[in-house]
């Protein structure tokens, strides 16, 4: 799957363009602030609907501009289509082959987007929000359909620490609250399973990478944190929805005095362990950068497995962050796999591809093909 035209107008700093990428590499150089990740966001906003950068799409637009507009062609499989994002003052327009579309469909696979940036380089490192969010996002390239269960929870959530917020303020009895908790329940059941299956399929996939990165002497684990200790392999729906109630049960007198939901697939994490040992504290810096790799990586053979396609793959400035060999196995892996690729960099001696490459200069908002 690639992008063969891809504009946008009044994104963030960018001049309005229109650009015919290569089908394999393209790098984009230039200085800091240019707007080399502002490219690659206009990208990741034809495939999530949203930013990758915290904040409000709003933001998106051109400062002193009403609305923007990013649009690309995309060949999946030999068809070409479609897709154009607007982000208006009444919100967000998406038009798949011209059309309008107003929920989010299932077809929303229409093109998978791997972004690996320097919020995954400290992945190993950081608190589990990261790694929550890495996660998600992963389970939605693969299964777009999980972007409503997750907002679905995320409704059941806010619903049940409003209750609890009354219930603090005298307003509500305590003990309905218990009765209100069967759609958390149930959707967090569900957004847990998906991530376990989604462990489970990319798992295979990560351990033979970090392995094949580092030579083998240590093995990378990935282990899913939440709901206790006990493991939570194999687990059906019913189990967890019976596993979230009992922690809920025991959660509730806590989440009462503190007025929220301290309990659930938004608190819980992902386990890095390296020779059966937490990464966190004890990865030496080579080891992160190895283990955070080999998770991208991965999950590039885990969407070519689910689609039969490599997903076009964003890499913001991360040669810079990696040391001389982690940033040579990037290489030698993006020359051997397919996919297209969009790779920023403040200086093009990092990037080092035997492939076909166009280079892309971006300078003050301003896109321009490098000739020669
Ligand atoms: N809505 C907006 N309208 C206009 N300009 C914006 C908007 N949002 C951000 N910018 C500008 O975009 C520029 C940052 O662009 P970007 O993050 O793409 O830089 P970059 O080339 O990736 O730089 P670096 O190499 O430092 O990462 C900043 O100058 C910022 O002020
Ligand atoms: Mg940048």
Redesign the pocket.
Known sequence: MHLVAFSAEHF??LAPFRLEPHRRFNILE??????????LEAVYLLSAFRSFRDGRNR?????GQERATVFAEIVKKGVSRTVEVAITPKGKRVALDGKAITSLPDELAHLSVVLFGPDDLVLTKEGPQLRRRFLDRAVYAVSPEYVNELRAYGVALKNRNRLLRQAQEGRLDPAVIAAFEKELVAHGARVMLRRLQFLESYRPHFVRVFSEITGGELAGGITYRGLGKASLADATVADLEARYRAVLDEARQTDLRRGFTSVGPHTHDLGFTIGGRPARTYASQGQHRAFVLALKIAELHRIHDAIGDYPVFLLD?VSSELDEERNAQLMRYLDSAGGQVFI?T?DRRWIHLTGDTAVWR?AE?RVSAEVG
């Open positions: 963030r700093n230039g200085r800091n602030g240019q707007g080399k990740t502002n490219l933001e998106l637009v051109a400062f400035d920023t403040t971006v908002g």
